[in-house]
């Protein structure tokens, strides 16, 4: 059983300091956070706003509208606990280095098994194949088992490549965003190229 990525009262004072960087609505908390792992965890909505509606109830943080969205901010009283509490933040910190390097040993783990996978199966097409090659009239299923065997492959490592792209981009975008650096024209040139490049694959598999 995979242990929990915070320990029990830690993401509650987690989102103080992160509301004492700036204030920010429920959306940009999660972000924050999963750009603290690398992208190797989000939290869900079902674990932020019951620990941000607590921390109200506390008197830490208050909330207010931004058109629609609810944008929480820290109090003075929240600063205070900070502040007393400021310590606990260093080993929160350490804890976090070991949760993201557990769940990244996790995610290989996941590619290891997925490639083994695909090995024990890509031999046993292949014996199978052979069998079949063995009378003559079975040349055509192998070949067709062959070219079924080749675009499983290929289908394979197109997903591989297209989730290790989505991950490092997913990181690169938030990181900027963090940092105000991310614009709509960011956002227009991504699609553009995206599209460009759906257009271009999809010429090459016109051609075959």
């Given at each position: 059983?995979?242990?929990?990525?915070?320990?029990?009262?830690?993401?509650?004072?987690?989102?103080?300091?992160?509301?004492?960087?700036?204030?920010?609505?429920?959306?940009?908390?999660?972000?924050?956070?999963?750009?603290?792992?690398?992208?190797?965890?989000?939290?869900?909505?079902?674990?932020?706003?019951?620990?941000?509606?607590?921390?109200?109830?506390?008197?830490?943080?208050?909330?207010?509208?931004?058109?629609?969205?609810?944008?929480?901010?820290?109090?003075?009283?929240?600063?205070?606990?900070?502040?007393?509490?400021?310590?606990?933040?260093?080993?929160?910190?350490?804890?976090?280095?070991?949760?993201?390097?557990?769940?990244?040993?996790?995610?290989?783990?996941?590619?290891?098994?997925?490639?083994?996978?695909?090995?024990?199966?890509?031999?046993?097409?292949?014996?199978?194949?052979?069998?079949?090659?063995?009378?003559?009239?079975?040349?055509?299923?192998?070949?067709?088992?062959?070219?079924?065997?080749?675009?499983?492959?290929?289908?394979?490592?197109?997903?591989?490549?297209?989730?290790?792209?989505?991950?490092?981009?997913?990181?690169?975008?938030?990181?900027?965003?963090?940092?105000?650096?991310?614009?709509?024209?960011?956002?227009a040139l991504l699609k553009s190229r995206l599209a460009e490049v759906r257009a271009d694959v999809l010429a090459t598999l016109a051609e075959r």
């Open positions: 059983m995979t242990p929990p990525v915070f320990a029990h009262g830690n993401l509650r004072l987690y989102l103080l300091a992160l509301l004492e960087e700036r204030p920010r609505h429920g959306y940009e908390l999660i972000q924050a956070l999963s750009e603290r792992f690398g992208g190797t965890y989000s939290p869900s909505a079902g674990t932020i706003y019951p620990r941000l509606s607590k921390l109200e109830e506390e008197g830490l943080v208050t909330k207010s509208t931004d058109g629609r969205k609810t944008v929480y901010e820290i109090t003075d009283a929240g600063r205070a606990e900070l502040d007393a509490r400021r310590h606990e933040l260093d080993a929160i910190e350490d804890d976090l280095t070991d949760s993201v390097r557990r769940l990244a040993d996790g995610v290989r783990a996941e590619v290891n098994d997925a490639m083994r996978s695909l090995r024990a199966e890509l031999a046993s097409a292949a014996r199978e194949a052979k069998r079949q090659a063995t009378s003559a009239s079975a040349s055509a299923t192998a070949a067709a088992n062959a070219t079924h065997l080749e675009s499983a492959r290929a289908v394979h490592e197109a997903d591989l490549a297209i989730n290790e792209f989505r991950q490092q981009l997913r990181t690169d975008l938030r990181t900027h965003a963090h940092r105000g650096s991310l614009g709509p024209e960011s956002v």
